[in-house]
């Protein structure tokens, strides 16, 4: 029972934010490529036992911007979620809010909304 306190207490402090946002890839390979091609942070495909597929990046120390698999299309297109995590982090959730955000804007993504964290 300690361990599942401390485990959730770590989430409660790693955890920082989630978000959703559509754009027209419809895949976590499409999405990765699109995400590479604008300058900056560097992304890769990783696999989950919980989330299937998923993108990530690490854009600055002690962060990381995951992109799960799953996405619900809307239209002809497509929403994804996002966690962000930061350990031990100097750089400041604002500064990476607006990071994230002008590279989703460049890849065209829309609807950009804070959600609820998920792990």
Excluded at 5 to 32: H, Q, V
Excluded at 39 to 67: L, M, T
């Amino acid at each position: 029972m300690i361990a599942a306190i401390a485990r959730d207490l770590n989430f409660a402090k790693d955890m920082t934010g989630a978000y959703s946002f559509i754009c027209k890839e419809s895949s976590t390979d499409a999405l990765c490529k699109c995400l590479n091609a604008v300058e900056g942070w560097n992304w890769a495909v990783g696999d989950s036992y919980w989330y299937g597929d998923y993108v990530v990046s690490r854009p600055f120390e002690g962060v990381r911007i995951r992109i799960v698999d799953f996405p619900t299309r809307v239209d002809d297109e497509f929403q994804y979620d996002a966690d962000v995590r930061l350990r031990e982090s100097k750089t400041p959730m604002e500064v990476i809010d607006a990071e994230f955000r002008k590279i989703l804007a460049q890849i065209g993504a829309h609807d950009v909304q804070e959600i609820e964290p998920f792990d």
